[in-house]
């Protein structure tokens, strides 16, 4: 401290004063304080934390907090939800009908798996788990697609029902890659970003596939 | 699996912390990411490799070694490794691409475009794009050419994905390996000029796979004429990349040990197209039987067309 070396203080001036570290009542690593708390304010906590991201899923800004607080409670359920919706239809032949539950579960995680490492190959600088996580949260839009298309299919599967699934998977499917370009294009060297985002448009179209050619029984 | 993702987690802690402290890397501040200065480093090495191809020819397989060696020095645990096979701007997997699609006559692909950065990216996501073409335009043009019979149900053949995708890995990884081998063989017996590292021969069969993308999006058109005139134009292009590629590594070679190779590339290349189109895309113009007929009494009748 080279500049207080000639500040001097006489003997007879007390010298008092409050030192306080105002304590940060954010932080996410203070596990003494959250023990003590009811489970049903740590359930809300991760609820809460999970719905504000299906919300920045919804509308897409650059907005870091999908990035740095990641999770994949989100991921899990909707990866679950349509994996189960895909079921049931020509369920009857096992070798010419859709896709299994461990073939859409598989597919969803190790794509986002291998995207993930593709990304971090050609020298992105997000982590791994942030971005499993935002390529499960931007399977959001297709889910809700998918349960739109059943509940078309309920009315009736000819022409004009096709038509309106490929509308609505079409739309959502754009939704999903514009959603997840958004936040993952930033991580990557400018000159790489097209050979990060075709994986991405990949696996959102595999997933859209797999939706549009549901037929039920 | 989530102990290997942990593991992969550890990894890569360590990976960022030995890019930070790579030396060879000369950033100037942590933050800044090293893909700028290797870059310049491999752009000088391609502008120092392309006056020697002028001055030697063809022969820098010597140099281009050394090289090589300089560039992967990470050892083969590290995630750095890995890293110097995606060292690939977008515009050099375009490149890349149209190298492939319009083969110059006499000129070496692996020579022109790879220079001893053969990349994974290409093979990797250009047979994942080519499973997918496939399984889908297959699909597709099932469903158009049974749409007009009242017996048909339409079935999303799931299952073929899964064939596909062994297939053409197995293809773009086995038949390399094989070539590699055999290639190493004959070069301890004849001393070959010009010879390819296991990558690059992956690189090339990656890359020459690609004019099979639109042919299977074309495919859906049902006319056998047409199908087989794709399948004919595009063994042309890609055979004659392979051709080229590797004729050069075979022709010191005995004259009959040389065109049997070559013969054998191509055969095993029209192979996998003959075989993609017969498997997966149902013989047009003929009256076949829906393939699959649910019946409610719990028995199913599957027939194939052929």
Known sequence: FPGLADVSISQDIPVEGEITVPVGSHSPDEDYSTLDEPVKDTIMRDLKAVGKKFVHVMYPRKSSALLRDWDLWGPLVLCVSLALMLQGGSADSKDDGGPQFAEVFVIIWFGAVVITLNSKLLGGTISFFQSLCVLGYCVMPLTVAMLVCRLVLLAGAGTISFIIRLIVVGAMFGWSTLASTAFLADSQPPNRKALVVYPIFLFYFVISWMILTFTPQ | ?306
């Open chain 2, 1 to 306: 699996i989530s102990c290997l993702v942990m593991y992969l987690f550890a990894e890569f802690d360590d990976a960022a912390n030995l890019l930070a402290a790579n030396p060879d890397a000369t950033t100037i501040s942590i933050d800044e990411p090293v893909e700028i200065p290797k870059n310049q480093h491999s752009h000088l090495q391609e502008t120092g490799r392309e006056e020697d191809d002028e001055l030697l020819g063809t022969d820098d397989s010597d140099k281009t070694e050394l090289l090589a060696g300089q560039k992967k020095s990470a050892p083969f645990w590290t995630f750095e490794y890995y890293q110097t096979f995606f060292d690939v701007d977008t515009y050099q997997v375009l490149d890349r691409i149209k190298g492939s699609v319009f083969p110059v006559p006499g000129k070496n692909f692996v020579r022109l475009y790879i220079r001893s950065n053969p990349d994974l990216y290409g093979p990797f996501w250009i047979c994942a794009t080519l499973v997918f073409t496939i399984a889908v335009s297959g699909n597709l043009s099932n469903f158009f050419i049974h749409l007009g019979k009242p017996t048909y149900h339409y079935v999303p053949e799931f299952r073929k994905v899964s064939i596909a995708a062994t297939t053409i890995y197995a293809y773009a990884w086995l038949v390399p390996l094989a070539l590699w081998g055999f290639l190493m063989w004959r070069n301890s017996k004849v001393m070959n000029i010009v010879s390819y590292s296991f990558l690059e021969i992956v690189c090339v069969y990656g890359y020459s796979l690609f004019i099979y993308i639109p042919t299977a999006i074309l495919w859906i058109i049902p006319q056998k004429v047409v199908r087989w005139v794709l399948v004919v134009f595009s063994l042309c292009v890609s055979g004659s990349v392979l051709v080229m590629t590797f004729w050069p590594a075979v022709r010191d070679d005995n004259r009959r040990i040389a065109v049997a190779t070559v013969a054998t590339i191509l055969l095993l290349h029209a192979l996998l197209a003959v075989g993609c189109l017969a498997y997966f895309f149902d013989a047009p113009e003929l009256d076949i039987p829906a393939p699959i007929i649910p019946a409610h009494n719990g028995t199913t009748v599957i027939t194939k067309s052929h």
